[in-house]
C-alpha cells in the first residue's frame, strides 16, 4: 500500500502524515442526508459520535451542514452556519484529529476557519464560490476539491463522458489551477474524483478501477464510497446496509493510491485497511 503520490498535506497549523490511508469520519448535521439525514442535529450528540469515530481510527473528521446527495437543493448560508459552527467550535478544541467543513461557500468556510477549523472540503472544486479558494489561503487551511458537474440539484442529468477518468482527471487539474491562481499553497490542496456525483454507477466503478489516472495530479487522493448509491445498484440494499461493500470499495481505492477514505463506517473500514496493512508488511 505505498502511496504514489505526496505522503504529506498541509493543514491549517499542522501536517498531516499520509504514508497510510487515513480513515475521514462524516458527521452530517443535515435533515435530509441520503444515509443519516437528522440522526446528528443535536451538536452534542454529534460530538459523542465523532469522539467514537476517533476512538475506532477516524483520522479527520469531517462535518457538513447541507446535504449533497443528488437532488437535493442548495440552503441559505444562514441556516448552513447555524447547522454546523456549535459543533466545529466545540469540536476543534475537544478533538485531537484535525476538523474539515463540507461547504461550498465562502462565509460558511471563512466563519469555520475562523472558529479553529483545518479544513474545507468543496464538493464543487471551486466552481459554486469564486471567492472561495480566496478565503482558504488567507487562512492557511487545507483545501480538498472534489470532482462534480453541475450542482447536487441536475448532476444526474450531467453524467455524459466519453472517457469518465480522463475527463474527471482533466477538470480536476482545472481545479487545481483555479485554487493555485486564488492563492491557495499547493501542498494544502488534495483532490477527489466524486464518486457518484454526476456519475452513474457504471462510471463510480470504473472511477475506482482506474484511480491511477489522477495520480500524476500529484496531490493526495481523497475517495468517498460510503454508502453510496453505485454500491445499491449493484447490492441492491439500503443505505445502512451497504458497510461491506463500502469496506470493499475502500480498500480497493487504497490499493489503488488513495491517501484519504471519507466514510460513515469508521470502525470497520479501519480495521479492514489494518489487515491489508499488515499483510504488506508481512511481505517485505
Known amino acids: 500500500m505505498d502511496p504514489p503520490s ?14 497510510t490511508p487515513v ?28 469522539h467514537a469515530m476517533v476512538e ?7 462535518v457538513g451542514g447541507e446535504s449533497t446527495r443528488p437532488g437535493a437543493r442548495e440552503i ?5 452556519l447555524r447547522r454546523i459552527l456549535p459543533f466545529v467550535r466545540a469540536a476543534v478544541s475537544r478533538l485531537p484529529v484535525p476538523v474539515s ?19 474545507i472540503n468543496d464538493v464543487s472544486g471551486l466552481s459554486h464560490d469564486p471567492e472561495l479558494g480566496t478565503v482558504v489561503a488567507r487562512w492557511g487551511a487545507g483545501l480538498v476539491l472534489m470532482h462534480m458537474r453541475g450542482t447536487p440539484a441536475d448532476m444526474r442529468e450531467r453524467a455524459r463522458y466519453r472517457d469518465v477518468a480522463g475527463e474527471v482527471r482533466s477538470e480536476l487539474e482545472a481545479a ?14 488534495a483532490v477527489d474524483p466524486g464518486i457518484g456525483f454526476a456519475k452513474t454507477p457504471a462510471q463510480s466503478f470504473e472511477l475506482l478501477a ?45 490499493l489503488r493510491g488513495a491517501r484519504i477514505l471519507r466514510v460513515h463506517d469508521v470502525r470497520e473500514v479501519s480495521d479492514a485497511l489494518r489487515v491489508v496493512q499488515a499483510v504488506a508488511e508481512g511481505h517485505e
Open 176 to 189: 487545481l489551477t483555479r485554487a493555485l491562481d486564488q492563492g491557495v499553497s499547493r501542498e494544502c490542496l
Open 76 to 80: 441559505p448560508e444562514e441556516e448552513e
Open 101 to 119: 467543513v463540507d461547504t461550498r461557500k465562502s462565509a460558511v468556510a471563512d466563519a469555520a476557519l475562523e472558529e479553529g477549523a483545518h479544513v
Open 23 to 50: 480513515v475521514m469520519g462524516i458527521i452530517n448535521l443535515t435533515p435530509d442526508s441520503f444515509s443519516d439525514g437528522g440522526e446528528f442535529d443535536d451538536p452534542e450528540r454529534a460530538l459523542d459520535r465523532a
Open 210 to 254: 482506474r484511480l491511477e489516472t489522477l495520480h500524476d495530479l500529484g496531490r493526495p487522493l481523497v475517495v468517498g464510497p460510503s454508502r453510496k448509491s453505485f454500491l445499491g445498484a449493484l447490492l441492491e440494499r439500503p443505505p445502512r446496509e451497504r458497510v461491506a461493500g463500502t469496506i470493499a470499495a475502500s480498500v480497493l481505492a487504497a
Open 6 to 19: 505526496p505522503t504529506q498535506w498541509r493543514l491549517r497549523d499542522r501536517t498531516l502524515g499520509l504514508d
Open 56 to 62: 475506532e481510527g477516524a483520522g479527520i473528521i469531517d
